[in-house]
């Protein structure tokens, strides 16, 4: 491999790995060593690791420890909200829409979380 192409390689390599390690969410600072943090996914369970991995990767960058402390933290589904009545045909409907949700990998749940390193 010529000089040019193992610049090429190392190069993109690196693009690579900073992608990698980068948050899912929203991490803002929000001074004194707290951070505010948003993430969204398709499950809440899913959302609140999100949000607990990116916890640790900004401890991790920023302190170089992967431990957080948890203040406060919020769960909220803001998928699409499907009145289900009595009739079946909307239950149908109901069951039809949540399953096309789930299917379409939605951002049903949103998790924000404030924390600080430590």
């Known amino acids: ?3 040019v192409g193992l610049k090429m390689f190392l190069a993109g ?18 001074g004194n ?16 690791k999100m949000a607990q991995a990116d916890a640790e990767l900004t401890c991790k960058k920023d ?7 948890m203040l406060d933290h919020n769960s ?5 909200k499907v009145n289900k ?11 039809v829409v949540e399953f096309a949700g789930r299917m379409n990998n939605a951002e049903n749940y949103k998790v924000e979380m404030e924390f600080r390193c430590g």
Do not use: D, W
Not at 14 to 30: E, F, I, R, W, Y
Not at 33 to 48: C, D, N, P, S
Not at 85 to 95: C, F, L, R, W
């Open 13 to 30: 390599t690196c693009l690579v790995l900073a992608g990698c390690a980068s948050t899912n969410g929203t991490v803002m600072p929000k």
């Open 85 to 95: 009545g009595n009739s079946t045909a909307s239950s149908i409907a109901a069951n």
């Open 33 to 48: 060593g707290t951070y505010h943090l948003v993430t969204q996914a398709a499950t809440e369970r899913a959302a609140m």
């Open 76 to 80: 909220e589904y803001i998928g699409i």
């Open 1 to 3: 491999m010529n000089r």
């Open 63 to 69: 302190y170089r420890s992967k431990r957080y402390v």
